[in-house]
């Protein structure tokens, strides 16, 4: 955005409560202004370089007098604290060898309810471990963790059913977590499903309000208090401290000391204070122990002025990062990947560093409001690799309290909404209503479990994309799409497009390579999307083409070779089985200069006889994955296999893998593999943990080993008779 950080500053100023009313209103009208001037400023970029580029030329960045990405370089302030992990809670044994002595208690011979009250903070979902009192979505929940299967397009009938039948047969432990409901009636409406189970069965529900614990009632409550000065003192050090513990000055313990008494002993309190002091210099930690942290007796208003503060020590760019997270509801599993591309689609990202790539700085983004406490529950992949967060609740107050009107959920959208809204979220619902006027909307989001699919009709697809026309985040996931309409090519602000999950989608129409900004394009389960424009080629700001699941997807269109921004690319199409035989060479060579992707990469191969003679006589010193280091994962896979074979022989496979070797970097091989013997590289790839071949009717030996010292698993299926050896020696 090159107006972002007017946007930000203009921000900052309405926070400050001494302004009048009628200097916010003044505020409100200045940004709307600066928004009108970057979508300006963004079309005559748009038209200017796909000018330049039909002539066939680079478009010149300094040509108009302005960058088209506004990277003001700012010198790094220190933001680095202790990671706080996930599953090291201190202070807390008494309350939880209290806890477990009721959950094992005898007297209790019937399913019983357990209830932890207390204020926000104070560490209820760290004793105990669902949200909010909405019977669908936490049917959905409950009923995923018994069967440790998510049945993401089951009625809500279906749900009720299959758990009553799992939980009559079982003795089991439910937890309800951060409840917050005043209707008995609604509560009475899930428990009747819940009551089951064999005796000795507990639901432990944690609250805030006392008047839910008294609703609830059926059993023991156990009001959690906050942690002794001593827990109190060892959970700031480790948050301020970090690993340093033992070497820190003996005037910041002083000092710590005092600031610790000020926090009431609440563990949110405590977290975001430490993280917020970690590395400062002692004026720093003087000045704040000296702000009135003294007369913070607990309150759950008290909390909020703390987060406020850390809030406002943030760089601008990060708040706007932090606040634009209140577009998903409490509880909400954010995946990392897609939050830090929607960062990027609303142009938040400004490079901390001098030449610092935008891939690199949203990162660290990521990294800093997660050691400021400002995130917290990750979750973490194989490779230990952070894939998701969630926000505490009060820090998500927090969020939507400084986002004001610019943020709005709902579970429908009218002609009456407020105008100062800028992002929509729309909780996904199968009685959802929809119409659409003319609004500065910047992102539309859909929310909500997947089986509540929101299926819009063409006339309202068409309305939502005429009336958005400032779009830079498009959610159109699981909308029951078939065709998109051709006016989605005007919407030239876009950024962000997810079409995933619109399984009967086959078509994707030219003019979404009209869309030049167009960095994300999510097409994951599309099963049956079989082709891309021909002109994909156009979007060359293109990070992310995710097509995971795309199984009919024939052909990749050409030119693939100059989308040189490419990170992510999850499936790619070799060879076209059609009448040029020369495709294979032209797809290699494409994926030969995409030098920047990472993580997984599945690379299907299709061709007939006279495709592979033109590679063989055509063949340019293979290599074609060598230069791609950030690669962790391929996964390769020969369509029509029988037929050439039975042409040219089972050489042909090996000849194919031979010339995509891999970087040394990558850890997962995995593939459909025909050939007689694996190939050479495999013996130098020395990170690699897991090889899965399948299909493999004709292999006679694996004997590429030997140098494989940090594999883990390998896994040989449809292996023939006739198998002779596997060799592994160091």
Known sequence: MYGGWLVDVLRDAEEKQELSHEAQVWIQELKAAVYDADDL?????SIAEQKQHMDG????????????????????????????????????????????HTLLDDNFNRMSYLTIVGIGGLGKTALAQLKQLDIEVILGKILASITGQKDERSTLDRVQHHLREKLTSSRYLLVLDDVWTENRSQWLKLAEILVGGHGGSWVVVTTRSQETARIIGHGPMYELQGLSEENSWR???????????????????????????????????????????????????????????ANINGSENDIMAIMKLSYHHLESPLKSCFSYCALFPKDFEIEKEMLIRLWMAQGYIVPIDEGQSAEDTVKEYFSILLRRCFFQDVQKNEHGEITSCKIHDLMHDLAQNVAGKEICRTHSITVYMDKR???????????????FSRACIRSFLQVGLYYQATKIDQLSLKALLTSFMCLRTLDLSNSNIKILPNCIGDIIHLRYLDLSWNVDLSLLLESIAQLHYLETLKLSCCYRLKKLPKDLS????????????????????????????????TQFVLGEGGSNKNQLIHDLEGLRALKKLKGCLKIKIQLVENEFKAMEDNR???????????????????????????????????????????????????????????????????????????????????????????????????????????????
């Open 620 to 730: 340019r010193g293979g290599g074609y994955l060598r230069s791609k280091e950030y690669l962790d994962h391929i996964d390769i896979r020969f369509t029509d296999r029988y037929e050439i074979n039975r042409r040219v022989g089972y050489d042909y496979e090996e000849v194919l893998l031979k010339d995509l070797q891999p970087h040394s970097n990558l850890m997962v091989l995995e593939s459909g593999y025909n050939g007689l013997n694996m190939p050479g590289w495999v013996a130098f790839l020395p990170n690699l943990v897991r090889i899965e071949l399948i299909d493999c009717g004709t292999l006679q030996h694996f004997s590429c080993m030997r140098n494989l010292h940090n594999l883990k698993v390998l896994d040989l299926e449809n292996l023939p008779k006739d198998f002779g050896y596997i060799i592994y020696k160091s």
């Open 421 to 435: 809204v800028c992002h929509l979220t729309l909780m996904r619902s199968t009685s959802s209503k929809c119409t």
């Open 538 to 569: 156009n979007l060359v700001k293109l990070r992310v083409l995710d097509m995971e699941g795309c199984s009919d997807l024939a052909c990749m269109p050409k030119g693939m070779g100059k989308l040189t921004n490419l990170h992510t690319l």
């Open 57 to 100: 030329t680079e478009a010149s960045k300094r040509q108009f007098g302005f960058s088209v990405d506004y990277h003001p370089i700012r010198k790094r302030r220190e933001e680095t604290c202790s990671y706080s992990y996930a599953g090291s809670v201190i202070g807390r044994e008494d309350d939880l060898e209290k806890i477990l």
């Open 41 to 45: 400023v963004d079309e005559f970029v």
């Open 235 to 293: 959970l700031f050090k480790r948050m301020a401290f970090g690993s340093h513990q033992e070497n820190h000055q003996e005037d910041l313990v002083k000092k710590g000391r005092e600031i610790v008494k000020g926090c009431a002993r609440v563990p949110l309190v405590i977290r975001v204070v430490g993280s917020l002091l970690y590395g400062q210099d002692k004026s720093k930690w003087s000045s704040f122990s000296e702000i009135g942290l």
